[in-house]
């Protein structure tokens, strides 16, 4: 079998601007969270074979549902979970409300910006790449689902086509168990050997395995030969080899994945035509969003490199925010794996947590030039029932969202509030302020949260090789820096975090005291409602957290405990 590098394939699709067809699988379907065809068949496993049935009985049911043949078990399962209509009902509730990823969007911005063929060919039965086109506005996609669709597939560039080869549940003709997958219609079949007259095809997620699939592509390629034939720019066949691509590729292991991963049809038929044509080729991927970033950045199209950045995904976004930022790759990587963890114990709280209390309020007192009130809140940061509370909503509002000097909101509240407040929008404007100093803090709207103003403050710096820096005196200064530009804004009511004390393992405790520090030190020249905010006594006890206000500001400030009122 012939393998290219990743490389290799970018300049081939690069030196033939709208040449390639892209094709694309169930690969870039699970980039946007969706089921893989192996997490479905153990849904609907766990269904159709309980753990509670005798073992005879347990081994008799895969046997019927094919599942140790890689070829016929998603087919297999998908039909013994019931009928079209119950099948149609499945995969919508599947598919609801999932956004198309990275991926989706940057088949959008290539198609339209000519580096691919007006048309995407699919076995997918989702909208992700339709919603991509209509969340961009770049050009309409007109979806072809049916034989009956095919006189609205022209060759018309003022629009693209995406051609549903397995069909869509809105025209209840999705193709998926064994029969329905045995050949592709006659009429899709001739429209996309005319479609890949002097074209190529890139393929990027899929295994091969249905027989549709490798049937209609064994047709197409019995079509080429000659120029001017079908597939006469080749066949270029993505292999999955994992997250994250290492500093030394080995094409003994882009072998065992093809081995692995993709159909011994399709093995079969790249090994027949390499010998006519070297553009028969696998070639290795980390993912089909990376290799599309790398497409559109071998551009070197600044605006297109910058639009597609509006859409990338977290991991991805992150990892090119810490690459900007001259971190290595092996750096990076720990310092995303330390990020999702972090989520991971924020998601693993958020059950515990309940609704927001104030358990403390001090008012500076009128003899101390203080024209600030202090309170002490448990509870998410990020809850709307917070932050629009009917006590503030004749206020002008603002919260402080813990970063790094990034400003990347790569975990725990920061991305929590990132979430919630829109990414779009928000990364938008934090792309043009990135980066930052230590201690200081930049300004963004609040998007769909319940406030006028973000305040981004970088108490935490993150060194070259994934280290932190974060100390009381930096949480001091960025607080420094929130509450001079609030005033300056007008905010009446901020609530701010604990900063520092999540991926960097920072004490809870020093990080409160350097906020503590902050609201004596400063002047206000103005009334400001500052709200302390901790998200759980998991994080820092209440009984210390109100000990240690009272010994920092006891004397400036009258305080009363609320009893979480």
């Known amino acids: 079998m012939r393998i290219i590098t990743d490389d290799e394939a970018i300049r081939f699709v690069r030196q033939s601007p709208d040449t390639f067809v892209c094709y694309v699988g169930a690969g870039a379907s699970a980039e946007a969270g969706v089921k893989s065809a192996w997490e479905i068949c153990e849904e609907i496993r766990e269904t159709l074979v309980p753990d509670s049935l005798a073992e005879q009985e347990k081994q008799l049911r895969l046997q019927d549902l094919q599942w140790h043949d890689d070829s016929y078990r998603y087919a297999t399962c998908v039909k013994k979970y019931g009928n079209p209509a119950a099948r149609v009902e499945y995969f919508r509730r599947l598919l609801h ?27 997918n039965f989702d909208k992700l790449v339709e919603s991509a086109f209509f969340q961009q506005g770049l050009i309409e996609c007109q979806p072809i689902r049916s034989r009956r669709e095919i006189e609205y597939w022209t060759t018309d560039n003022s629009r693209a086509y995406i051609l549903k080869l397995h069909g869509d549940y809105d025209t209840y003709n999705i193709a998926n168990t064994i029969e329905e997958i045995v050949a592709i219609d006659r009429p899709i079949q001739e429209r996309s050997a005319d479609m890949l007259e002097s074209a190529g095809m890139l393929v990027l997620g899929s295994a091969g395995n249905e027989k549709s699939v490798h049937t209609f592509f064994d047709e197409l390629a019995g079509r080429s030969g000659s120029p001017g034939r079908v597939l006469d720019f080749g066949l270029l066949w993505s292999v999955y080899m994992g997250p994250q691509k290492p500093s030394r590729v080995d094409t003994v292991a882009v072998e065992k994945q093809i081995e692995r991963n993709i159909g011994r049809e399709i093995r079969n038929l790249m090994n027949r035509m390499e010998a006519k044509n070297e553009q028969f080729a696998f070639f290795p991927v980390w993912g089909s969003g990376d290799f599309l970033l790398k497409l559109i950045d071998a551009s070197n199209d600044k605006s297109l490199r910058s639009r597609a950045r509006r859409y990338l995904d977290h991991e991805m976004r ?21 990020l999702a963890a972090q989520r991971q114990r924020i998601d693993r709280l958020a059950k515990a947590v309940t609704t927001p209390k104030t358990i403390c309020k001090g008012e500076g007192k009128a003899n101390a030039d203080r024209y600030s009130v202090v309170s002490l809140v448990y509870g998410d940061i990020s809850a709307r029932r917070m932050l629009d509370h009917e006590s503030f909503q004749d206020l002008r509002r603002g919260i402080v969202s813990p970063e790094d000097t990034c400003i990347s909101a790569g975990g725990g509240v920061a991305y929590q509030l990132l979430k919630k407040a829109g990414p779009s929008s928000i ?46 005196t930096a949480v001091k200064s960025t607080v420094l820096s929130v509450f001079e530009q609030a005033e300056a804004l007008g905010v009446d009511v901020i609530w701010v975090p604990l900063m520092g004390s999540g991926v960097a393992g920072f004490s809870p405790k020093q990080s409160l005291m350097g906020i503590l520090g902050a609201i004596k030190d400063y002047r206000f020249k103005r009334k400001m409602l500052v709200n302390i905010t901790i998200y759980s006594d998991d994080a820092l006890p209440r009984t210390i957290a109100m000990q240690a206000l009272k010994d920092a500001l006891g004397l400036s400030f009258k305080f009363v405990e609320t009893q979480g009122s």
């Open 97 to 123: 409300g999932v956004q198309p990823s990275f991926c989706h969007h940057a088949i959008a911005i290539l198609v339209a910006n000519g580096a691919f063929k007006r048309t995407i060919v699919t076995t």
């Open 318 to 338: 992150l990892r090119d925010v810490f690459e900007a930022a001259g971190m290595q790759p092996e750096a990076i990587t720990r310092h995303l794996a330390n």
């Open 427 to 472: 990364l938008s404007e934090l792309a043009k302020l990135q980066p930052i100093e230590q201690g200081s803090a930049a300004v963004t709207s609040g998007g769909n949260l319940p406030v006028e103003y973000i305040f981004h403050g970088a108490a935490l710096k993150i060194e070259p090789d994934a280290s932190y820096v974060v100390d009381t």
